[in-house]
């Protein structure tokens, strides 16, 4: 499914969140609180968004390695790497997020932006994270989440349900990937995933919401 919509994935992500997912990516990068010197990790990198945008920030990382299972996401993401000539700091590789291919200890951050949801065994992908992480090493994850505001909310649902699957069917022609994303983020709850980091023992486990609550920020850090 991911590597059908690749070539219009970029663009329906700016569209159909209004341009705001930039504002999202940012805040995540800046919750990491990096130096400059950092060697970053952005598992379910897709096409690098995110990747491009811990390199690019001020600081940013030193060096990023994004991790991925589509192909075809990750040869639109090199193409777009080398355009911005940022192919000798950022690397996209693919691999699985439950195993990846990233030595223990070697990883001072790691992102996930929109991910993490997909994955099928969460619990081994936090772990594998925390397994690549060195101590003190921070994680910042952005996810989509119901609004609980009962207003926002029904909103957010008829914009979830009917106009953006039909938006996304028409621009990406895939029938179903845009019908998918409104119910795996109806499956999935901030409460659980807070509790999930903290078994897999992660520490300084927060959420924050953004835009009404229609995103969540988590932020967590391996232990010393």
């Known amino acids: 499914m991911f590597d059908e919509i690749a070539s219009r994935y970029d663009l329906l992500n700016h569209l159909l969140s209004a341009g705001i997912d930039r504002h999202w990516r940012k805040r995540a990068i800046r919750s990491l609180a990096l130096t400059g010197r950092e060697r970053l990790l952005d598992v379910c990198t897709g096409t690098g968004d995110l990747a491009i945008e811990a390199r690019t920030a001020s600081p940013g990382a030193a060096r990023v390695v994004g991790v991925d299972f589509s192909a075809v996401m990750l040869a639109l993401g090199r193409e777009k790497l080398r355009r911005r000539s940022l192919d000798s700091t950022i690397a996209l590789v693919r691999g699985d997020a439950a195993s990846m291919p990233v030595a223990d200890s070697s990883i001072d951050a790691v992102t996930i932006a929109f991910g993490i949801?997909?994955?099928?065994?969460?619990?081994?992908?936090?772990?594998?994270?925390?397994?690549?992480?060195?101590?003190?090493?921070?994680?910042?994850?952005?996810?989509?989440?119901?609004?609980?505001?009962?207003?926002?909310?029904?909103?957010?649902?008829?914009?979830?349900?009917y106009i953006?699957?039909?938006?996304?069917?028409?621009i990406s022609g895939h029938a179903t990937a845009y019908t998918y994303l409104p119910a795996s983020v109806d499956g999935f709850e901030p409460r659980t995933f807070i509790e999930l980091l903290r078994q897999c023992g992660f520490v300084d486990v927060h959420a924050d919401p953004m835009t009404f609550g229609s995103v969540f920020l988590y932020t967590a850090q391996r232990g010393s």
């Open 117 to 161: 949801r997909n994955v099928d065994d969460r619990a081994a992908a936090c772990r594998e994270i925390l397994r690549v992480l060195k101590p003190g090493g921070r994680l910042a994850v952005l996810e989509f989440s119901m609004p609980t505001s009962p207003l926002f909310r029904r909103l957010y649902l008829s914009y979830f349900r």
């Open 164 to 170: 953006l699957p039909s938006i996304g069917r028409w």
